[in-house]
């Protein structure tokens, strides 16, 4: 684990890129010290080391900027929240299941209470013996 915990210090990712750089440069500016052969310069076939530099360092910067657009892409994903594929059981405050019903469902159901609100409230009124009136 130490070893781990020495290698995150050290951030070896950067120290590649530096040696790298490094040795790209040290290799350009031997080839600028270095005599072109005459037969070479005729043909064309010399590149001059400077424009390879910048081409690489414009390759470089592409790559740079794509990587920082795809590591902000994966910070946009991470914040966002998806929906489950699942269904999920949806609740009242009470914590009873709530159902789903459409229009239809809900008139039968309204007809369906006021056909019971109606036998609740009929009831049968027994006559009594009518009290007589005598004067």
Do not use: C
């Amino acid at each position: 684990m130490e070893y781990l915990d020495l290698m995150r210090e050290l951030n070896l990712d950067v120290a590649g890129e530096f040696m790298v750089m490094a040795a790209t440069l040290i290799h350009i500016k031997s080839k600028m010290l270095v005599p072109v052969e005459p037969t070479e310069a005729r043909r064309g076939g010399v590149r001059r080391p400077r424009e390879e530099l910048v081409r690489r360092l414009l390759e470089f910067q592409r790559y740079k900027e794509a990587a920082g657009v795809l590591h902000q892409q994966a910070q946009i994903r991470a914040a966002q929240w998806t929906r489950p594929d699942t269904v999920l059981p949806r609740f009242d405050d009470a914590g009873e299941e709530m159902l789903e019903a459409g229009l239809y469902d809900l008139i039968a159901a309204f007809k369906e209470l006021l056909d019971r609100r109606k036998t609740l409230l009929a009831h049968e009124v027994e006559a009594r013996g009518r009290p007589s009136s005598s004067a």
